[in-house]
Protein backbone atom coordinates (compact mmCIF):
# COMPACT_ATOMS: atom_id res chain seq x y z
CA UNK A 1 0.00 0.00 0.00
CA UNK A 2 1.24 3.12 -0.97
CA UNK A 3 1.20 6.50 1.64
CA UNK A 4 1.90 9.99 1.95
CA UNK A 5 3.64 9.84 5.24
CA UNK A 6 4.32 6.94 7.46
CA UNK A 7 5.17 7.79 10.81
CA UNK A 8 7.00 5.42 13.00
CA UNK A 9 6.34 6.06 16.87
CA UNK A 10 2.34 6.98 18.15
CA UNK A 11 3.85 8.59 21.08
CA UNK A 12 3.28 12.72 21.81
CA UNK A 13 4.75 14.02 19.16
CA UNK A 14 3.75 11.09 16.70
CA UNK A 15 -0.06 11.05 17.33
CA UNK A 16 0.20 15.15 16.56
CA UNK A 17 2.10 15.18 13.73
CA UNK A 18 -0.48 11.96 12.14
CA UNK A 19 -3.76 14.13 13.31
CA UNK A 20 -2.47 17.03 11.60
CA UNK A 21 -1.21 15.42 8.16
CA UNK A 22 -4.12 12.89 8.25
CA UNK A 23 -6.73 16.51 8.82
CA UNK A 24 -5.18 17.83 6.05
CA UNK A 25 -6.11 14.97 3.71
CA UNK A 26 -2.90 12.97 3.62
CA UNK A 27 -3.01 9.05 3.92
CA UNK A 28 -1.13 8.64 6.93
CA UNK A 29 0.13 5.44 8.19
CA UNK A 30 1.29 5.30 12.30
CA UNK A 31 3.12 2.88 13.07
CA UNK A 32 3.56 1.30 17.18
CA UNK A 33 6.12 -1.32 18.07
CA UNK A 34 4.80 -1.09 21.46
CA UNK A 35 0.91 -2.78 22.94
CA UNK A 36 -0.26 0.73 24.33
CA UNK A 37 -0.24 4.03 22.55
CA UNK A 38 1.22 7.26 24.37
CA UNK A 39 2.52 5.09 27.51
CA UNK A 40 4.94 8.24 28.53
CA UNK A 41 2.01 10.22 28.64
CA UNK A 42 0.37 8.31 30.66
CA UNK A 43 2.95 7.89 32.99
CA UNK A 44 3.53 12.04 32.75
CA UNK A 45 3.05 14.48 35.13
CA UNK A 46 2.63 11.60 37.80
CA UNK A 47 -0.60 10.58 36.06
CA UNK A 48 -1.79 14.31 35.51
CA UNK A 49 0.00 15.00 32.24
CA UNK A 50 2.04 18.72 32.65
CA UNK A 51 1.05 19.08 28.99
CA UNK A 52 2.30 22.20 28.46
CA UNK A 53 3.67 25.22 30.13
CA UNK A 54 2.30 28.69 29.09
CA UNK A 55 5.49 30.51 29.95
CA UNK A 56 7.64 28.57 26.83
CA UNK A 57 10.51 30.15 24.93
CA UNK A 58 13.18 28.91 22.87
CA UNK A 59 14.92 29.99 26.00
CA UNK A 60 13.69 26.67 27.82
CA UNK A 61 15.34 24.48 25.63
CA UNK A 62 18.84 22.93 25.43
CA UNK A 63 20.26 22.12 22.03
CA UNK A 64 23.90 22.03 20.26
CA UNK A 65 22.38 24.82 18.46
CA UNK A 66 20.35 27.17 21.14
CA UNK A 67 17.35 29.10 19.24
CA UNK A 68 16.75 26.23 16.57
CA UNK A 69 13.54 25.59 18.14
CA UNK A 70 12.42 28.93 17.77
CA UNK A 71 10.73 28.84 14.89
CA UNK A 72 8.97 25.79 15.12
CA UNK A 73 8.01 26.79 18.59
CA UNK A 74 6.30 29.82 17.25
CA UNK A 75 4.03 27.97 14.91
CA UNK A 76 2.24 26.08 17.59
CA UNK A 77 2.38 27.67 21.09
CA UNK A 78 0.86 26.61 23.97
CA UNK A 79 -2.20 28.74 23.47
CA UNK A 80 -3.12 26.53 20.43
CA UNK A 81 -2.38 22.97 22.73
CA UNK A 82 -4.41 24.42 25.38
CA UNK A 83 -7.29 25.71 23.03
CA UNK A 84 -7.22 22.28 21.94
CA UNK A 85 -7.25 20.49 25.50
CA UNK A 86 -10.39 23.22 25.86
CA UNK A 87 -12.02 21.61 22.92
CA UNK A 88 -12.34 18.26 24.60
CA UNK A 89 -13.35 19.92 28.01
CA UNK A 90 -10.41 18.36 29.62
CA UNK A 91 -10.19 20.11 33.09
CA UNK A 92 -7.09 21.57 33.94
CA UNK A 93 -5.23 24.47 35.90
CA UNK A 94 -1.90 25.56 36.58
CA UNK A 95 0.50 24.24 39.48
CA UNK A 96 3.76 26.15 39.51
CA UNK A 97 5.68 28.85 37.18
CA UNK A 98 3.22 28.48 34.05
CA UNK A 99 2.75 23.99 34.26
CA UNK A 100 -0.61 23.34 33.04
CA UNK A 101 -1.86 19.69 34.44
CA UNK A 102 -5.26 17.77 33.72
CA UNK A 103 -7.50 18.24 36.58
CA UNK A 104 -8.40 14.34 35.92
CA UNK A 105 -5.80 12.36 34.15
CA UNK A 106 -3.47 11.54 31.63
CA UNK A 107 -5.53 9.27 29.68
CA UNK A 108 -7.62 12.38 28.51
CA UNK A 109 -4.86 13.46 26.62
CA UNK A 110 -4.05 10.25 24.80
CA UNK A 111 -8.14 10.16 24.34
CA UNK A 112 -8.36 13.39 22.81
CA UNK A 113 -5.05 13.05 20.62
CA UNK A 114 -6.21 9.34 19.38
CA UNK A 115 -9.59 11.36 18.35
CA UNK A 116 -7.57 13.81 16.57
CA UNK A 117 -6.03 10.44 14.52
CA UNK A 118 -9.51 9.67 14.03
CA UNK A 119 -10.59 12.67 12.47
CA UNK A 120 -7.63 12.30 9.78
CA UNK A 121 -8.29 9.06 9.19
CA UNK A 122 -5.31 8.02 10.28
CA UNK A 123 -4.45 4.05 9.80
CA UNK A 124 -2.80 2.06 12.97
CA UNK A 125 -0.24 -0.61 12.86
CA UNK A 126 -0.16 -1.53 15.99
CA UNK A 127 2.04 -3.41 17.67
CA UNK A 128 3.98 -3.44 14.62
CA UNK A 129 7.98 -3.01 14.96
CA UNK A 130 10.34 -1.28 11.87
CA UNK A 131 12.92 -3.30 10.56
CA UNK A 132 14.35 -1.10 8.16
CA UNK A 133 13.88 2.06 6.09
CA UNK A 134 15.51 2.37 2.34
CA UNK A 135 14.97 5.01 -0.06
CA UNK A 136 13.25 3.64 -3.34
CA UNK A 137 12.25 5.89 -6.10
CA UNK A 138 11.18 9.53 -5.01
CA UNK A 139 9.98 7.72 -1.49
CA UNK A 140 10.62 4.93 1.08
CA UNK A 141 10.18 1.22 1.45
CA UNK A 142 9.82 0.32 5.40
CA UNK A 143 10.32 -3.47 6.75
CA UNK A 144 7.68 -3.91 9.29
CA UNK A 145 6.64 -6.82 10.83
CA UNK A 146 3.27 -6.92 8.77
CA UNK A 147 5.16 -6.48 5.60
CA UNK A 148 6.57 -4.12 3.32
CA UNK A 149 5.33 -0.71 2.83
CA UNK A 150 6.09 2.61 0.70
CA UNK A 151 5.39 6.01 1.61
CA UNK A 152 6.33 9.31 -0.03
CA UNK A 153 7.46 10.83 3.45
CA UNK A 154 8.75 9.26 6.44
CA UNK A 155 8.83 11.10 10.11
CA UNK A 156 10.88 9.71 12.99
CA UNK A 157 9.43 10.12 16.39
CA UNK A 158 10.30 7.40 18.38
CA UNK A 159 11.13 9.38 21.51
CA UNK A 160 14.46 9.33 23.53
CA UNK A 161 15.88 6.64 25.32
CA UNK A 162 14.79 7.08 28.83
CA UNK A 163 12.26 4.16 30.64
CA UNK A 164 13.05 1.05 28.04
CA UNK A 165 10.55 -1.11 29.98
CA UNK A 166 7.56 1.08 28.19
CA UNK A 167 8.87 1.02 24.87
CA UNK A 168 11.58 3.44 24.06
CA UNK A 169 14.65 2.43 21.81
CA UNK A 170 17.20 3.69 20.13
CA UNK A 171 16.12 2.97 16.59
CA UNK A 172 15.50 6.39 15.34
CA UNK A 173 18.97 7.55 16.00
CA UNK A 174 20.26 4.30 14.41
CA UNK A 175 18.34 5.28 11.60
CA UNK A 176 19.61 9.13 11.53
CA UNK A 177 23.16 7.63 11.85
CA UNK A 178 22.38 4.94 8.85
CA UNK A 179 21.12 7.84 7.01
CA UNK A 180 24.45 9.42 6.95
CA UNK A 181 23.05 12.38 10.14
CA UNK A 182 25.30 13.24 13.02
CA UNK A 183 23.64 12.54 16.42
CA UNK A 184 24.73 14.54 19.42
CA UNK A 185 25.83 11.59 22.04
CA UNK A 186 22.98 10.86 24.02
CA UNK A 187 22.39 11.65 28.26
CA UNK A 188 19.94 10.93 30.50
CA UNK A 189 18.54 14.23 31.66
CA UNK A 190 15.76 15.94 33.76
CA UNK A 191 17.75 13.01 36.33
CA UNK A 192 18.75 12.60 39.79
CA UNK A 193 22.44 12.91 40.55
CA UNK A 194 24.45 10.58 42.25
CA UNK A 195 27.59 10.56 44.71
CA UNK A 196 30.39 8.40 45.68
CA UNK A 197 29.24 6.54 48.72
CA UNK A 198 31.34 7.03 51.22
CA UNK A 199 31.48 11.34 51.45
CA UNK A 200 28.01 10.86 50.70
CA UNK A 201 27.27 8.63 53.94
CA UNK A 202 26.55 11.76 56.32
CA UNK A 203 23.66 12.81 53.86
CA UNK A 204 22.43 9.69 53.12
CA UNK A 205 20.11 9.59 56.19
CA UNK A 206 18.78 12.87 55.09
CA UNK A 207 17.03 10.63 52.81
CA UNK A 208 13.31 12.70 52.18
CA UNK A 209 14.52 15.83 53.60
CA UNK A 210 13.08 18.84 51.13
CA UNK A 211 14.22 22.29 50.82
CA UNK A 212 14.40 25.22 48.56
CA UNK A 213 17.74 26.31 47.35
CA UNK A 214 19.67 28.16 44.20
CA UNK A 215 21.52 24.90 42.13
CA UNK A 216 24.22 26.34 39.81
CA UNK A 217 26.29 24.74 37.44
CA UNK A 218 27.56 24.79 33.87
CA UNK A 219 26.52 28.79 33.50
CA UNK A 220 22.87 28.20 34.37
CA UNK A 221 20.91 28.21 37.98
CA UNK A 222 17.82 27.29 39.03
CA UNK A 223 15.68 28.25 42.51
CA UNK A 224 13.54 25.08 42.73
CA UNK A 225 13.02 22.62 45.36
CA UNK A 226 15.59 20.05 46.37
CA UNK A 227 15.40 16.21 47.68
CA UNK A 228 18.07 14.39 49.66
CA UNK A 229 18.12 10.85 48.83
CA UNK A 230 19.85 8.16 49.65
CA UNK A 231 22.61 8.07 46.96
CA UNK A 232 22.47 11.57 46.28
CA UNK A 233 20.61 14.69 45.03
CA UNK A 234 16.84 14.98 43.79
CA UNK A 235 14.25 17.07 43.27
CA UNK A 236 13.16 20.10 40.78
CA UNK A 237 16.30 21.83 41.55
CA UNK A 238 18.68 18.93 40.70
CA UNK A 239 16.29 17.56 37.93
CA UNK A 240 16.59 20.90 35.80
CA UNK A 241 20.35 21.71 36.65
CA UNK A 242 21.19 17.62 35.55
CA UNK A 243 20.51 18.95 31.83
CA UNK A 244 23.38 21.17 32.13
CA UNK A 245 25.77 18.81 34.16
CA UNK A 246 28.49 16.86 32.50
CA UNK A 247 31.11 14.50 34.13
CA UNK A 248 33.25 16.28 36.00
CA UNK A 249 31.36 19.47 36.53
CA UNK A 250 30.88 20.98 40.54
CA UNK A 251 27.29 21.91 41.78
CA UNK A 252 26.85 24.95 43.50
CA UNK A 253 24.32 24.84 45.74
CA UNK A 254 23.14 27.88 47.96
CA UNK A 255 21.02 26.30 50.82
CA UNK A 256 19.48 29.51 52.36
CA UNK A 257 18.76 31.21 49.07
CA UNK A 258 18.37 35.05 49.27
CA UNK A 259 19.64 34.96 53.13
CA UNK A 260 23.19 36.06 54.06
CA UNK A 261 23.07 33.43 56.55
CA UNK A 262 26.42 34.14 58.16
CA UNK A 263 25.10 37.75 58.53
CA UNK A 264 21.95 36.53 59.88
CA UNK A 265 23.60 34.40 62.35
CA UNK A 266 25.63 37.16 63.79
CA UNK A 267 22.48 39.70 64.42
CA UNK A 268 20.69 36.34 66.20
CA UNK A 269 23.85 36.11 68.62
CA UNK A 270 23.70 39.40 69.27
CA UNK A 271 19.46 39.03 69.91
CA UNK A 272 18.64 35.84 71.49
CA UNK A 273 20.32 33.18 74.05
CA UNK A 274 19.26 30.05 71.95
CA UNK A 275 21.18 27.17 71.00
CA UNK A 276 23.55 27.04 67.50
CA UNK A 277 21.02 24.64 66.14
CA UNK A 278 17.82 26.47 67.18
CA UNK A 279 19.38 29.71 65.64
CA UNK A 280 20.03 27.73 62.31
CA UNK A 281 16.91 25.84 62.26
CA UNK A 282 14.97 29.15 61.55
CA UNK A 283 16.77 28.89 57.87
CA UNK A 284 17.02 25.02 57.11
CA UNK A 285 15.24 21.62 57.76
CA UNK A 286 16.08 20.70 61.41
CA UNK A 287 17.80 17.60 60.28
CA UNK A 288 19.85 19.06 58.06
CA UNK A 289 20.85 21.76 60.41
CA UNK A 290 22.36 18.84 63.06
CA UNK A 291 24.01 17.22 59.97
CA UNK A 292 25.87 20.20 58.94
CA UNK A 293 26.65 21.53 62.42
CA UNK A 294 28.45 18.06 63.26
CA UNK A 295 30.14 17.86 59.92
CA UNK A 296 32.01 21.50 60.97
CA UNK A 297 32.61 20.15 64.26
CA UNK A 298 30.38 22.74 65.96
CA UNK A 299 28.92 21.96 69.72
CA UNK A 300 25.07 22.09 68.34
CA UNK A 301 24.01 22.82 72.00
CA UNK A 302 26.33 25.67 72.58
CA UNK A 303 24.54 29.00 73.14
CA UNK A 304 25.41 31.08 69.48
CA UNK A 305 26.69 33.86 71.80
CA UNK A 306 29.20 32.18 72.86
CA UNK A 307 30.41 31.63 68.96
CA UNK A 308 33.10 33.49 67.83
CA UNK A 309 31.41 35.80 64.75
CA UNK A 310 34.47 34.55 62.82
CA UNK A 311 32.53 31.20 62.98
CA UNK A 312 29.27 32.07 62.72
CA UNK A 313 30.38 33.97 58.97
CA UNK A 314 32.30 30.21 58.03
CA UNK A 315 29.02 28.67 58.63
CA UNK A 316 27.11 30.76 56.46
CA UNK A 317 29.29 30.90 54.13
CA UNK A 318 29.59 27.30 53.68
CA UNK A 319 25.73 26.51 53.30
CA UNK A 320 25.31 30.07 50.91
CA UNK A 321 28.43 28.06 48.44
CA UNK A 322 27.92 24.25 49.08
CA UNK A 323 30.04 22.74 46.09
CA UNK A 324 30.41 19.13 45.62
CA UNK A 325 30.96 16.89 42.68
CA UNK A 326 28.42 14.31 41.59
CA UNK A 327 29.94 10.84 40.14
CA UNK A 328 27.58 10.89 37.92
CA UNK A 329 23.69 10.34 37.42
CA UNK A 330 20.78 7.65 37.96
CA UNK A 331 20.76 6.73 34.47
CA UNK A 332 18.50 6.25 31.41
CA UNK A 333 16.06 4.09 34.29
CA UNK A 334 15.18 7.42 36.19
CA UNK A 335 15.73 10.12 33.53
CA UNK A 336 12.98 11.96 32.50
CA UNK A 337 14.14 13.14 28.73
CA UNK A 338 17.10 12.72 26.45
CA UNK A 339 19.59 15.42 25.97
CA UNK A 340 21.01 15.00 22.95
CA UNK A 341 19.63 13.52 19.81
CA UNK A 342 19.82 14.34 15.93
CA UNK A 343 21.86 17.16 15.28
CA UNK A 344 19.57 20.14 14.80
CA UNK A 345 22.35 21.16 11.96
CA UNK A 346 21.17 18.15 10.04
CA UNK A 347 17.84 19.81 10.03
CA UNK A 348 15.63 22.29 8.55
CA UNK A 349 14.52 24.92 11.04
CA UNK A 350 10.79 25.21 9.79
CA UNK A 351 10.22 21.36 8.50
CA UNK A 352 12.59 19.38 10.74
CA UNK A 353 13.67 17.61 6.97
CA UNK A 354 17.17 16.40 7.13
CA UNK A 355 18.84 17.98 4.47
CA UNK A 356 20.76 14.55 3.06
CA UNK A 357 17.91 12.64 2.98
CA UNK A 358 14.92 14.72 1.45
CA UNK A 359 11.41 13.36 2.97
CA UNK A 360 13.21 12.12 5.75
CA UNK A 361 11.80 14.23 8.72
CA UNK A 362 12.63 13.96 12.82
CA UNK A 363 10.04 15.16 15.25
CA UNK A 364 9.92 14.94 19.39
CA UNK A 365 12.66 14.04 21.71
CA UNK A 366 14.71 11.89 18.94
CA UNK A 367 15.80 15.60 18.01
CA UNK A 368 18.46 17.51 19.72
CA UNK A 369 16.26 19.64 21.71
CA UNK A 370 15.48 19.23 24.88
CA UNK A 371 13.16 20.95 27.01
CA UNK A 372 13.50 22.24 30.44
CA UNK A 373 11.27 20.44 33.39
CA UNK A 374 7.65 21.40 33.40
CA UNK A 375 5.48 20.98 30.81
CA UNK A 376 8.23 22.00 28.15
CA UNK A 377 9.14 18.62 26.75
CA UNK A 378 5.44 17.94 25.50
CA UNK A 379 5.01 21.68 23.98
CA UNK A 380 8.08 20.95 21.87
CA UNK A 381 6.66 17.22 20.60
CA UNK A 382 3.76 18.73 19.59
CA UNK A 383 5.15 22.09 18.01
CA UNK A 384 7.57 19.68 16.21
CA UNK A 385 4.95 17.18 15.21
CA UNK A 386 2.21 20.21 14.22
CA UNK A 387 5.13 21.80 11.85
CA UNK A 388 6.24 18.45 10.42
CA UNK A 389 1.90 17.74 9.66
CA UNK A 390 1.35 20.65 7.73
CA UNK A 391 4.62 20.74 5.87
CA UNK A 392 4.88 16.61 4.63
C1 LIG B 1 8.34 9.60 34.01
C2 LIG B 1 8.25 10.69 32.98
C3 LIG B 1 7.45 11.79 33.23
C4 LIG B 1 7.39 12.84 32.29
N1 LIG B 1 6.58 13.89 32.55
C5 LIG B 1 6.53 14.92 31.66
C6 LIG B 1 5.65 16.01 31.89
O1 LIG B 1 4.85 16.02 32.84
N2 LIG B 1 5.69 17.06 31.00
C7 LIG B 1 6.52 17.05 29.91
O2 LIG B 1 6.52 18.02 29.14
N3 LIG B 1 7.31 15.99 29.64
C8 LIG B 1 7.32 14.93 30.48
N4 LIG B 1 8.12 13.85 30.21
C9 LIG B 1 8.86 13.83 28.92
C10 LIG B 1 7.88 13.48 27.78
O3 LIG B 1 7.16 12.32 28.13
C11 LIG B 1 8.65 13.22 26.48
O4 LIG B 1 9.54 14.27 26.22
C12 LIG B 1 7.67 13.08 25.31
O5 LIG B 1 6.83 11.97 25.53
C13 LIG B 1 8.43 12.91 24.01
O6 LIG B 1 7.51 12.67 22.98
P1 LIG B 1 7.94 11.79 21.73
O7 LIG B 1 6.71 11.60 20.92
O8 LIG B 1 9.15 12.34 21.11
O9 LIG B 1 8.37 10.39 22.37
P2 LIG B 1 7.48 9.33 23.12
O10 LIG B 1 6.28 9.96 23.71
O11 LIG B 1 8.42 8.59 24.01
O12 LIG B 1 6.97 8.35 21.96
C14 LIG B 1 7.85 7.56 21.20
C15 LIG B 1 7.06 6.36 20.71
O13 LIG B 1 7.84 5.66 19.76
C16 LIG B 1 7.69 4.27 20.00
N5 LIG B 1 8.83 3.59 19.40
C17 LIG B 1 10.12 3.61 19.81
N6 LIG B 1 10.87 2.87 18.97
C18 LIG B 1 10.03 2.39 18.01
C19 LIG B 1 10.21 1.56 16.88
N7 LIG B 1 11.42 1.07 16.54
N8 LIG B 1 9.14 1.24 16.11
C20 LIG B 1 7.91 1.73 16.42
N9 LIG B 1 7.67 2.50 17.49
C21 LIG B 1 8.73 2.85 18.27
C22 LIG B 1 7.61 4.16 21.51
O14 LIG B 1 7.03 2.94 21.93
C23 LIG B 1 6.74 5.38 21.83
O15 LIG B 1 5.38 5.06 21.81
C24 LIG B 1 8.17 12.77 31.10
C25 LIG B 1 8.95 11.65 30.85
C26 LIG B 1 8.99 10.61 31.77
C27 LIG B 1 9.85 9.41 31.47
Given at each position: MHHDVAIIGAGAAGMMCAAVAGQRGLRVVLIE?????GEKIRISGGGR???????????HFVS?????ARDVLSRYTPRDFTALVRRYRIAHHEKHKGQLFCDGSSQQIIDMLRAECELGRVQWLQPCGVRGVAREGSGFRLETDQGPLQARRVVV??????????GATDYGLRLARQMGLQVVSPQPALVPLAFAAEPWRPFA???GVALEVRVACGGQHFDEDLLFTHRGLSGPAILQISSFWNPGDSLRL???????LGEALRLAKLQSRQSLLNALGQFLPRRLAQTWVEMQR???????????DAKLKALGASLCAWTLQP????GWRKAEVMR??????????????AHKVPGLHFIGEVVDVTGWLGGYNFQWAWASGYAVGMSV
Open positions: HAARVCNFTNARAGPQRQPGFATGGLPVPKIELADLSPGNDLPSDRRIAELATGTEGGVDTAELHPATLE
